[in-house]
């Protein structure tokens, strides 16, 4: 029950950076902005922390990445440094899964072998659904980066969060019906090519 509390928790503190960003942008010079979006990202992490005793890579990562551009962004007062944390971290992803995938069996089959219970679908089909998620990540990074720099703050906010979990919505939906009517026998654990 708390794990689940604190699940839900994190998924609504995790929004926080980027809605604080668009706040203090439309209300205070740049460098505010910028210096409240990093201050809330450290809190982010502290609060993942505190609920669950660690904090995964992808949240380090997350982290170090909104800080480096962050302090890019004052620098140069320009928040535009700051809005690409998401193109960045999409192509992060993307490429980190690519290198599994030609390296071995991939990132999400190590993930769920590593469960007690026996994987319910076969390796093989993970590797394919894995080799799409990599252009969603890479494709939804490269379009945020469309998103900062041709796009309002309010539109960026918008596709940072709300947007991702609705495209990973669509891309879900349509990948069960893509399997099933590529690979229809895939529940025998038979090879399809």
Do not use: C
């Amino acid at each position: 029950m708390a794990k689940n509390l604190s699940q839900k928790n994190f998924f609504l503190i995790s929004f926080l950076p980027a809605l604080a960003y668009w706040y203090l942008e439309e209300n205070y010079p740049i460098r505010i902005a910028v210096t409240g979006g990093v201050i809330l990202a450290t809190i982010e992490v502290l609060f993942e922390y505190f609920y669950t005793k660690h904090v995964h890579t992808l949240s380090k990562f997350n982290f170090f990445l909104i800080a480096i551009l962050g302090g890019i962004s004052l620098l140069g007062e320009d928040g535009l440094w700051f809005k690409l944390q998401p193109f960045f971290t999409g192509i992060a992803i993307g490429g980190f899964m690519t290198f599994r995938l030609v390296k071995g069996d991939g990132l999400m089959w190590e993930m769920v072998s590593s469960m007690p219970q026996k994987p319910l679908i076969p390796k093989w089909l993970m590797k394919k659904l894995e080799s799409h998620m990599v252009f969603l990540f890479a494709g939804y990074g490269l379009f945020m980066a469309y998103v900062a720099l041709y796009w309002t703050t309010e539109r960026w906010l918008f596709y940072k969060t709300i947007g991702f979990y609705i495209a990973f919505a669509l891309f879900t939906v349509g990948e069960i019906f893509y399997l099933r009517y590529k690979f229809p026998k895939s529940s025998h654990g038979g090879h399809q090519d």
